[in-house]
């Protein structure tokens, strides 16, 4: 960064401030534990005054009983140690003003003896069990405050869309709630800054090293383990490794997070490798979608140019067989053009190859289901029988289902290009389909004959 702390004087200002704050954090600590003892022996001096007063008209038998709601509610409101100390507290005042003789400590009855030892026992078990009480409450709203703070944050990080939109959401919400500088890095071998707030904060030579080792580590580095890193870098780790780096930083040179806020940290990292995770996930099957739609484009181009560019190659063929046939033809040019087409024929065989995979989804239609990825064949839930010619002629028809795939098409595909005259083959192998297929192969519902042209799927 740096926190803008370059000149001297500033940075002589930025240690005064945190001498400041580790003095007064101690302080106020102490003078509120003070306080809690204050507290806790004035409510057993205004116990003790009732007692007084209720002493001379009932006796001194009720006053006992009165201390201990004053010991449960120092435990409840203010734990344990001011609960012992009004205990105490009460015990003495017991001693003093109601046993005999009166206003000394010493004990002459054995009943005041039993009652005071008993009081003392009450005093010091329902301390600790309304103390435990309220040690149980407190950690129960803390963890409660926690879920709720985490699942405020994730539904906020959930709201966000892309990576960069999250980054920085999650930037501001952490900002809020530890009241720090916040960056989120990413890459190697020299972290890049992606989202931070508030903006414009940079990172020194020390602070790039010590993100860096973050991500590669997977380990908290920065400021404790580097005295010229102002930043503390907590890496993103996620099921597919680790994403990126959170860097945290205050201006007054304090740690960013205080220990008991450690566990709300990880959690709420935990959160952002999350929301990282799906957005890339997101990119990455909206990647897949664009390429299966470019795919698809490109095989109903290529099967478009197969079906136009195909014949007509064909019939150029036959007229240059029938040039050689001729005594008047140049013999030269036509074995130039036959060359020629003879290599245009090559290129469009090959480009046709680029067509459609195997490993496309299933088809359906009519009850029939071919799994062109397993290569099976099923009617109505029945495995069907196929010989290799009549599935070849099949997947080609289910490729392009919905499509006339010429006579000369299927011949090429299935038997070869020597055999792309021999139309017979192709009736054979779509007769044989009908029969297995087709509930009335008489009259055909699936695989449909389009007249002088060719076959289609119906889709």
């Known amino acids: 960064m740096s926190l803008d ?43 003790t005054l009732a007692g007084l007063w209720i002493a001379p008209r009932w006796g001194t038998g009720p006053v006992d009983m009165i201390y201990l709601p004053a010991i449960l509610a120092a435990a409840v409101l203010w734990g344990l140690r001011p609960a012992l100390a009004a205990g105490i507290a009460a015990v003495l005042a017991y001693n003093f003003f109601f046993t005999v003789p009166v206003h000394t400590l010493r004990i002459d009855r054995m009943a005041d003896v039993v009652t005071v030892a008993v009081l003392l026992t009450v005093a010091v078990v329902t301390s600790r069990l309304a103390a435990g009480v309220r040690s149980q409450a407190q950690l ?79 380990e908290p580095a920065g400021r404790g383990e580097s005295r010229s890193a102002d930043w503390v870098f907590y890496p993103l780790r996620s099921p597919g490794g680790l994403l990126a780096a959170v860097g945290l930083a205050r201006d007054d040179g304090m740690p960013p997070v205080e220990e008991g806020q450690l566990l709300l940290l990880s959690n709420l990292l935990d959160q952002i490798a999350l929301a990282l995770g799906r957005a ?61 087409l003879a290599r245009l024929d090559r290129y469009m065989s090959n480009l046709l190859e680029l067509g459609p995979e195997s490993g496309e989804q299933d088809v359906e239609a009519g009850g029939i289901k071919i799994d062109l990825f397993h290569r099976t064949v099923s009617r109505d839930g029945n495995p069907v029988h196929l010989t290799p010619k009549e599935y070849a002629v099949l997947t080609e028809l289910a490729k392009h289902r919905g499509r006339v795939l010429s006579h000369t098409y299927l011949l090429r595909a299935v038997w070869g290009p020597a055999q792309e005259r021999q139309i017979e083959y192709l ?23 389009e007249p002088g042209v060719g076959y289609r799927l119906v889709a």
């Not at 940075?11 to 001498?19: I, L, P, Q, Y």
């Not at 703070?149 to 959401?169: C, V």
């Not at 009736?427 to 004959?449: D, M």
């Open 280 to 340: 890339q996930l997101e990119d990455a099957a909206r990647e897949f979608a664009s390429v299966r739609e470019r795919d698809r484009v490109r095989a109903t181009l290529l099967s478009s140019i197969g079906q136009d560019v195909t014949p007509r190659l064909t019939v150029i063929g036959h007229a240059v067989r029938e040039l050689r046939r001729r005594a008047s033809a140049d013999k030269a040019l036509v074995s130039a053009i036959g060359s020629e």
């Open 5 to 47: 702390l370059g000149a001297q004087e500033a940075h002589g200002k930025a240690m005064t401030v945190t001498e400041i704050y580790m003095t007064e954090g101690p302080r106020r600590s102490v003078i509120k534990g003070v306080e809690h003892y204050i507290a806790a022996l004035a409510t057993v001096a205004a116990v």
């Open 140 to 218: 129960a709203t803390a963890h409660a405050r926690r879920n709720a703070t985490i699942a405020g944050f994730a539904r906020r990080l959930l709201s966000s869309s892309g990576e960069d939109e999250i980054a920085r959401t999650a930037c501001t919400e952490l900002r809020s709630l530890f009241d720090c500088n916040v960056l989120l890095v990413r890459g190697l071998p020299e972290p890049e800054i992606i989202a931070g707030d508030p903006e414009g904060n940079r990172l020194s030579p020390s602070d790039v090293g010590s993100a860096a080792l973050a991500i590669e580590s997977g």
């Open 427 to 449: 009736r054979v192998a779509i007769r044989a389909l009908r029969q297995k297929l087709e509930e009335l192969p008489a009259q055909p519902r699936l695989i449909v004959n």
